[in-house]
């Protein structure tokens, strides 16, 4: 099955409601769906992943108003569901796809809930509410993967927690350019206000000694779930999944050191080759 890069135009007699960004999986800070997930389950993850690039593509056009981008969110969830078959070719892959396995659409569906949310929603009160947030951005595409693989439910919580973990980290990185293009920010309310920082702090070329605090301590929490995270590769039975999931997990305390380190408004924080090789070479000890 092969996931083509949408641009817009006419689908199946319908209107297309999909608009590719140019964003795909080399843009993003952790594998999807590489080599050591089984091929015959790649296509499958592809499917899930062109899904979610669109869906997300919508809810953060600056071209498009509240109304419509909601209207299109919609629409790829009735193509998902059955209700309609033209106007998303990424829903339409992915019900061919979730046929085909027998995974539940309910994590596609979860999905857009965060992404109807990124469109009615610009802030967050407390760490709370952020976490809430994760369980329907986040979360789902863990459990995704790891019901398309066939494993069990003990699964779950290490692999919301990681999940999360990537979802505030990715929050940290684009904390500047989230303001500044969607006029969005994850960082809470009230630990700002703690910290005797504001949301419009995040428009300066450095960290003020308040933001450095609120992102430490976000931090911290990322490292709570991360911990948490650790039984994962343990839990999991597909080797090439587990191998992927230590990647992962590696990856994500990497990045996290690198928030501690750098000032994500002076330059993107990213993870760099050597992270890659450190924590595939990590991951090894998981290889039997």
Same mark, same amino acid.
């Given at each position: 099955?092969?996931?083509?890069?949408?641009?817009?135009?006419?689908?199946?007699?319908?209107?297309?409601?999909?608009?590719?960004?140019?964003?795909?999986?080399? /843009?993003?800070? $952790?594998?999807?769906?590489?080599?050591?997930?089984?091929? @015959?389950?790649?296509?499958?993850?592809?499917?899930?992943?062109? $899904? *979610?690039?669109?869906?997300? /593509?919508?809810?953060?056009?600056?071209?498009?108003?509240? *109304?419509?981008?909601? =209207?299109?969110?919609?629409?790829?969830?009735?193509?998902? %569901?059955?209700?309609?078959?033209?106007?998303?070719?990424?829903?339409?892959?992915?019900?061919?796809?979730?046929?085909?396995?027998?995974?539940?659409? %309910?994590?596609?569906?979860?999905?857009?809930?965060? $992404?109807?949310?990124?469109? %009615?929603?610009?802030?967050?009160?407390?760490?709370?509410?952020?976490?809430?947030?994760?369980?329907?951005?986040?979360?789902?595409?863990?459990?995704?993967?790891?019901?398309?693989?066939?494993?069990?439910?003990?699964?779950?919580?290490?692999?919301?927690?990681?999940?999360?973990?990537?979802?505030?980290?990715?929050?940290?990185?684009?904390?500047?350019?989230?303001?500044?293009?969607?006029?969005?920010?994850?960082?809470?309310? /009230?630990?700002?206000?703690? @910290?005797?920082? %504001?949301?419009?702090?995040?428009?300066?070329?450095?960290?003020?000694?308040?933001? =450095?605090?609120?992102?430490?301590?976000?931090?911290?929490?990322?490292?709570?779930?991360?911990?948490? @995270?650790?039984?994962?590769?343990?839990?999991?039975?597909?080797?090439?999944?587990?191998?992927?999931?230590?990647?992962?997990?590696?990856?994500?305390?990497?990045?996290?050191?690198?928030?501690?380190?750098?000032?994500?408004?002076?330059?993107?924080?990213?993870?760099?080759?050597?992270? $890659?090789?450190? *924590?595939?070479?990590?991951?090894?000890?998981?290889?039997?």
């Amino acid at each position: 099955m092969e996931i083509p890069r949408l641009r817009g135009g006419a689908v199946s007699g319908a209107e297309n409601v999909e608009s590719w960004s140019g964003k795909d999986r080399a /843009d993003e800070n $952790f594998p999807v769906a590489s080599a050591l997930i089984r091929p @015959a389950l790649r296509r499958h993850v592809h499917a899930f992943y062109a $899904f *979610a690039r669109n869906a997300d /593509d919508i809810a953060d056009s600056p071209a498009l108003e509240p *109304a419509e981008k909601i =209207r299109r969110l919609d629409a790829m969830e009735a193509v998902l %569901t059955g209700a309609r078959d033209g106007g998303s070719p990424s829903a339409l892959a992915l019900r061919a796809s979730l046929a085909e396995t027998g995974v539940s659409a %309910t994590h596609a569906c979860e999905l857009l809930i965060a $992404f109807r949310r990124d469109v %009615t929603r610009r802030r967050y009160q407390d760490f709370a509410e952020l976490m809430d947030y994760c369980r329907y951005s986040a979360m789902p595409v863990g459990r995704h993967v790891l019901d398309l693989h066939g494993e069990g439910p003990a699964t779950h919580p290490p692999a919301d927690a990681l999940c999360s973990a990537l979802q505030i980290l990715n929050h940290l990185q684009d904390c500047a350019a989230d303001l500044a293009a969607l006029d969005r920010c994850y960082l809470p309310l /009230d630990r700002l206000a703690a @910290a005797g920082a %504001t949301i419009e702090d995040l428009r300066r070329p450095a960290l003020t000694p308040g933001l =450095r605090l609120v992102i430490d301590g976000l931090l911290g929490e990322t490292a709570a779930l991360n911990a948490r @995270a650790a039984d994962l590769p343990r839990r999991t039975r597909a080797r090439g999944l587990r191998l992927e999931t230590a990647v992962i997990l590696g990856l994500s305390r990497r990045l996290a050191r690198r928030l501690a380190a750098e000032d994500p408004l002076a330059a993107r924080v990213r993870l760099r080759r050597g992270d $890659f090789f450190g *924590a595939a070479l990590t991951s090894l000890r998981f290889l039997p």
